[in-house]
């Protein structure tokens, strides 16, 4: 008799379900078990006490040591599920979901080397694993390096080819390789597999978008908010996309709708202010900006937006006070230089402009002789 064991294993970016020990018939395998039907009813604690209970019986069971593992990443104790995993390895190097998950925790660990390290070996010891391949590609793509990336997420889809997430992390890298059509045809598949995967939605509309297909990509998000109307994130993308587009007003639309869904996202209230501050819409922007800076008072962005905002009211003292509390958070912020820039010169300072002109040559020329354009005129 088999038992199927699934344990799931978080990346951060998605959840993966490892399939299949095989029937164990000792008190120690039948102890392992019942810890993985504990689990997968959400009982961790029991889970844990079951297995260490088989650890007692066999010290050297290898899936007792992986699932322990499991158990413990999925309570956040990773220094512990590190070692569990390891121990693992050390009776059956040869299963590649031990790697995997191996290396999906040195990724959540911001250990990024050694989860390649993993990511390979998980695929050296079975070169059929689709989810190492996958991993190991999802791993060079969050790297920002597409071209590697590339040919494993290739194999993954070919592997794997009944998975959308394959599908759509290969567009991802196609994507950042400004290879659109290509993504498209990725994206697409991994929406005909799971007609709801909003990842796919918002990364087609964005591709059509960034081919000049505007109308496309409004046509796949206002389909997919009909679906989902309650849903901030498609609101939010979809305001990114119109923002991008110079369409202003309705991009005010949806970042407002994607506020009032979730009045908690400090980027939106931030995008919803820099998008008012396009239409000269300067309460709105003012408003808006006070809502991300009430959200989260350690975001730099907030208050470089309020800084500008309160620059469009004639509040010049408190734009500059905006724009300083946006420097004490992030100094070689070039945005708020010039925002400070700007203030100097409205309230005749020409030498404070000056001195700010002087910090924007090294952070960002553009600015620099835009700010230089001013106080010439």
């Known amino acids: 008799m088999m038992k ?8 951060g970016l998605m959840i993966f379900a490892f399939a299949a020990g095989a029937a164990f018939a000792g008190e120690a395998e039948n102890l392992v ?6 689990a997968s009813e959400g009982r961790l604690d029991d889970a844990e006490e079951l297995l260490q209970e088989a650890l007692q019986l066999k010290p050297t069971l290898a899936e007792a040591h992986y699932n322990l593992g499991v158990v413990l ?22 299963m590649p979901e031990i790697h995997n998950s191996l290396g999906n925790l040195y990724w959540k660990m911001g250990k990024l080397s050694e989860a390649e390290k993993a990511f390979k070996k998980s695929i050296e010891v079975d070169e059929s694993f689709s989810l190492g391949w996958s991993n190991l ?36 890298a196609q994507k950042a390789l400004g290879d659109y059509e290509s993504a498209i045809a990725q994206y697409n598949k991994a929406l005909e597999l799971r007609p709801d995967y909003t990842n796919a939605k918002v990364a087609l509309a964005f591709a059509y978008s960034r081919m000049g297909m505007v109308d496309k990509g409004t046509e796949v998000f206002k389909e997919a908010i009909a679906k989902e109307p309650d849903n901030p994130k498609l609101l939010y993308n979809f305001g990114i996309m ?24 400090v980027e939106t209230w931030n995008n919803l202010s820099q998008t008012y501050l396009r239409l000269q819409s300067y309460q709105r922007a003012l408003d808006a900006a006070q809502k991300a800076v009430e959200v989260d008072s350690q975001s730099y962005r907030a208050y470089n937006s309020l800084g500008f905002a309160l620059i469009g009211v004639d509040r010049y003292e408190e734009a500059m006070e905006a724009f300083e509390k946006a420097l004490a958070l992030e100094p070689n912020f070039p945005d708020s230089h010039f925002g400070k820039g700007v203030v100097f010169l409205l309230m005749g300072n020409r030498a404070g402009a000056a001195k700010e002109v002087e910090i924007l ?5 553009g600015m620099a002789t835009k700010l230089e354009g001013l106080m010439g005129q």
Do not use: C
């Open 4 to 11: 199927k064991v699934f344990m799931l294993v978080a990346t």
């Open 33 to 38: 078990n019942k810890a993985i039907d504990a």
């Open 73 to 94: 990443e999925s309570k956040g104790e990773f220094d512990q599920a590190l070692w569990e995993y390891q121990e693992a390895l050390k009776f059956k190097d040869n």
């Open 137 to 172: 590609g999802r791993l060079l793509l969050a790297e920002r390096k597409p071209q590697e990336a590339l040919s494993y997420l290739q194999k993954a889809a070919l592997l794997a080819p009944e998975s959308p997430q394959n599908h759509y992390y290969l567009g991802e």
């Open 242 to 265: 119109l923002f991008s587009n110079r369409q202003y007003n309705a991009a005010a639309e949806a970042f407002a709708k994607a506020g009032e869904l979730d009045p908690t996202s």
């Open 361 to 365: 040559k090294i952070l960002n020329k």
